[in-house]
């Protein structure tokens, strides 16, 4: 149970939007930016992973706390937050080769930036941590990879679940993470929130929603979620659908987690349609096999942390 949740928080964790450039290890700057002070111990028995919403931002940057940051992860989860690992099928070629104890081990580093730091600074100064209290190194690649490329069954027509989003049309901004939240109460009017929710209904079906997405984050996030519960191949989903602007869209399907792809056209045996099947009926969309670009970053050297 608790590798369970290791890889879904590492997993969620990778859902995070809006990639930027990462300095690798061996391009540090002379005095990169760092924590004010920080603390990393051996979590306490039985620890869970906690303090990491600020971390999974799903679409825009949200800020991390002010003041004192208290976070309990194994070391993979740091390293996929430190080294920006945005896209599910970075995700493999990046943790397979890590050291197991990167992934059964939790670990509770307590830091504090110095002033108002943003996300991006935040990265940064825990990237510098790995690599004064790791000993992380890292190269960076892009290599040539199987994805899978989301397009629209028939140009130009759209599935009954998804529309333009309209000009002028608010949502609220998400303070949390990309998680599961709780389903909306029956015959409720919140304002929808920005981004992405996540909950499973009564009868077991999950809900995906998106709300003023591209669809080249759309992509992302579908991949990235039908990785972790719609029984896709962990591999990075991109657009092949043409459309511009951003989109509302919703997604009900019958969760896989750990499951084999779905066939094409499959339905679930409980009634409940596969990710696949949920994409071509309220999407339009199917996903194709396809090969491009994928950045890699290859874990150099790691070790266990050096004593407070």
């Not at 290890?25 to 919403?53: H, I, M, N, Y």
């Amino acid at each position: 149970m608790i590798l369970s949740n290791i890889r879904t928080a590492a997993c969620l964790i990778a859902l995070s939007m809006l990639p930027g450039t990462v300095a690798t290890a061996d391009a540090q700057e002379s005095k990169p930016l760092a924590f004010q002070t920080a603390s990393v111990r051996p979590a306490a028995p039985g620890a869970r992973p906690e303090g990491l919403d600020w971390m999974l931002p799903g679409i825009g940057k949200v800020p991390p706390p002010p003041g004192l940051l208290t976070m309990t992860a194994p070391a993979a989860a740091f390293l996929t937050f430190a080294l920006n690992i945005s896209e599910i099928g970075q995700m493999n070629p990046t943790m397979d080769k890590l050291p197991d104890w990167t992934r059964s081990r939790m670990y509770t580093i307590v830091a504090r930036p110095e002033g108002s730091a943003s996300l991006e600074e935040v990265r940064t100064m825990t990237r510098t941590l790995l690599i004064e209290r790791f000993a992380l190194k890292t190269h960076e690649d892009s290599k040539e990879m199987a994805v899978n490329k989301l397009v629209l069954i028939k140009p130009g027509v759209l599935g009954p679940q998804i529309k333009p989003h309209a000009v002028g049309e608010t949502c609220v901004p998400q303070t949390g993470g990309v998680k599961f939240s709780k389903a909306p109460e029956p015959g409720s009017h919140e304002t929808p929130k920005c981004g992405l929710t996540l909950y499973r209904l009564p009868d077991g079906i999950f809900h995906l929603g998106l709300v003023d997405v591209s669809m080249a984050d759309a992509s992302k996030l579908i991949g990235g979620v039908g990785g972790m519960a719609g029984g896709l191949a962990l591999r990075s989903t991109v657009d092949g659908t043409g459309l511009t602007g951003t989109y509302d869209m919703s997604l009900e399907f019958h969760p896989e987690i750990g499951g084999p792809s779905a066939a094409p056209g499959a339905e679930d045996a409980g009634g409940g349609p596969t990710l696949t099947k949920a994409l071509e009926k309220q999407l339009g969309m199917k996903l194709e096999k396809s090969t491009g670009s994928v950045r890699i970053i290859t874990i150099d050297n790691i070790a266990e942390p050096t004593a407070d």
